[in-house]
């Protein structure tokens, strides 16, 4: 079974009580290891630390040192329009992924059960498109979106996002359709659903935890995400709100109290998604290598 | 007409099928080939062509043969290959994380989570925290401090020496919670007899961990050097854009933050379509690595 050339002569298990002078040592070792995932825990949570802390001086509590207001909470709303940026991170957001699942959810019934020609190839492609980072298109992709008039509002955006999240929902959905029985769609269809109803009646119902798999991941990554609310969001007024702390920051002129206050409101809404949906989230990030 | 009618209805289903199939896929084919596919085309004639996002003129290979001979892309290259020192460390800190969890001891659901957590937040304010950390009044001066080098400060983003290794550090930090996410889902696949079952044999726990856990562990490392190599490769802008702005000079400028200034501070849209193509071609090798892993699985 193992590859371990150990002969197999030590006598009783370790764990019986047989054993005495084991069972103290395995304890003081359970304690260090439980000092140690002590130690990691502050380390993984120093960023809320650091957010918590410096949101709760002033700027001059802050440049002297100690101190402790909510100087920076009460006047956050006048330097940091965070109302108006949330809102426009939930539109995005929302909108974004509706697209998202209502592309996604048909190309992937279509390419594990209505195959047509060349479907397979045209999965492959899709899939493939995956791994393009907006960086490397990013030129043309400004210039289109521009020249489209699609900048101004929130559309640009929200169709860049769409068609960045949009291959790895195909992927995710095929190969989560794959696994429901054929009998069940084709009785469907006989049965009189036809194509549409048996997407909308049969296959969506089972789809539900695939569903929420891909929503939750392109949530936190588009209310995460710089680059294309920077650039494909012109107007300052419709910014959201991860946009327009990157701004505030590189401009180095607002108070850090402040800028800690907004980002400490921003990562509010992805925690929280995170932490009730944790499972989907760890389905996804794990696609397709664990089944 | 009507001759044919029995024939032409047995056709149809079949036909029928295929053409549900490719209407409901062709929504999807669309916003892919618009979005993504299109513009690859694009940046590819674009890089031939002295482009200021309104009026391009073909100018051949001379786009190409200068930027080759620019400095700037070079600088953001080897950025790049320097920064690739981190993924061991962006891969071997969360797989000692994995396995310290996988001992279950008391209370590891909440660590657990605890350790994902930073996942969830944007590079953009881990980027202001990590800035807030280097800072020279920062956490890492106090800690500096608290060990007895009382007049030793440092400001590591402030010198085109550190900076990149800041930023480096920081990159490691945002990929801990990923990577030990997949990490944990491998070691949770692993048949926990076949452990027990060295252990009855005598096997000590680094044996165990070098002849059991990690050959099983091999794909899912694979994996995640994928997905960190990626995130290396077109993740850094956030972090980038908030801590440095590239610089000091151009000491943290990567290929993908090099692609934005080219374009949008510089106004040369032709060289930054040529920039998007290399990162293009850098990630479709680790992209191709992907593709076989997943595929090899099914």
Redesign the interface.
């Known amino acids: ?4 050339a ?5 006598a009783p ?2 764990d019986t009580p047989a054993v005495p002078d084991r069972a103290p040592r395995r304890k003081v070792g ?1 304690w260090i ?2 000092a ?2 002590l130690a ?2 502050a380390v ?5 630390w ?2 918590i802390f ?1 949101s709760l001086k002033s700027e001059q509590q802050f440049l002297s ?1 100690g101190g402790f207001s909510w100087l920076s909470w009460r006047d956050l709303t006048s330097v940091i329009p965070i109302g108006q940026e949330i809102l426009s991170s939930t539109i995005v957001c929302s909108a974004s992924i509706l ?1 998202i699942l ?3 959810l ?2 992937g ?3 594990s ?5 060349a ?1 397979t190839a ?1 999965f492959l492609i ?19 979106v ?1 020249r489209l008039h699609l900048t101004g509002g929130y559309l640009g955006a929200i ?2 996002y ?3 999240g ?2 790895f929902s ?1 992927f995710l959905f095929t190969t989560y359709f794959r696994g429901v029985p054929d009998e069940l769609i084709e009785a469907g269809i006989v049965d009189g659903l036809g ?1 549409f109803g048996a ?1 909308w009646r049969l296959v969506v119902p089972i789809a539900i935890p695939a569903i929420a798999t891909v929503t939750v991941l392109q949530f ?1 990554q588009i ?5 294309v609310g920077l ?1 494909f969001i012109q107007n300052t007024n419709e910014r959201p709100i ?1 946009v327009g ?2 701004v505030l ?2 401009g180095r002129t607002t108070s ?1 109290p402040e ?2 206050a907004g ?1 400490l409101i ?2 509010v809404p ?2 929280v ?3 009730i949906f ?1 499972r989907y ?2 389905k996804g ?2 696609m ?4 | 007409m009507t001759t044919n009618a029995p024939r032409a209805r047995r056709l149809t289903l079949r036909r029928r099928r295929q053409l549900a199939g490719f209407a409901f896929a062709l929504p999807a084919i669309a916003l892919v080939v618009g979005f993504i596919g299109v513009p690859i085309g694009q940046a590819v004639y674009y890089s031939f062509t002295q482009w200021d996002g309104l009026t391009s003129t073909w100018i051949g290979w001379s786009t190409w043969s200068q930027a080759f001979h620019n400095t700037d892309l070079w600088t953001a290259l080897e950025n790049n290959a320097k920064l690739l020192i981190t993924v061991p460390f962006a891969l071997g800190l969360p797989l000692l994380i994995a396995v310290l969890l996988h001992q279950r001891v008391a209370g590891w659901r909440i660590f657990r989570s605890i350790y994902f957590l930073p996942t969830a937040i944007s590079w953009v304010v881990l980027g202001l925290v990590a800035e807030r950390f280097f800072a020279y009044q920062g956490t890492l001066n106090s800690i500096i401090h608290f060990f007895g080098f009382a007049h030793t400060n440092t400001n590591m983003l402030g010198y085109e020496s550190t900076a990149l290794t800041a930023l480096g550090i920081t990159f490691i930090f945002t990929m801990i919670g990923t990577n030990t996410i997949l990490f944990l889902t491998g070691l949770a696949t692993l048949d926990p007899t076949l452990e027990e079952a060295a252990r009855i044999d005598g096997a000590g726990r680094w044996r165990i961990f070098r002849s059991i856990t990690l050959p099983h562990l091999s794909r899912f490392i694979q994996l995640a050097f994928v997905v960190t190599v990626i995130a290396l490769f077109s993740a850094l802008f956030s972090l980038i854009f908030v801590m440095t702005g590239g610089g000091p000079g151009y000491s943290t400028t990567t290929m993908e933050f090099l692609i934005y200034q080219t374009g949008f501070n510089q106004g040369d849209f032709g060289t930054a379509a040529l920039y998007g193509l290399i990162l293009f071609v850098l990630t479709a090798i680790v992209g191709i690595v992907q593709l076989r892993l997943i595929g090899s699985n099914e």
């Open positions: 079974m193992t590859t371990l150990t002969p197999p002569d030590t298990l370790d359970r290891l439980f140690v995932m990691i825990a993984m949570l120093y960023p809320f650091v957010m410096t040192g697209v209502v592309v996604g048909p190309a019934f279509a390419f059960k209505l195959r047509f020609r479907s045209v899709m899939v493939s498109a995956m791994m393009v980072p907006l960086q490397a298109i990013l030129m043309p992709e400004f210039v289109n521009t169709l860049v769409a068609a960045l949009t291959p195909v194509y997407l936190i209310w995460d995400d710089l680059l650039l991860t702390l990157a920051a590189a850090i800028l800690m980002s921003s990562a992805a925690m998604v995170y932490l944790q989230l760890v990030l794990t397709g290598i664990d089944r």
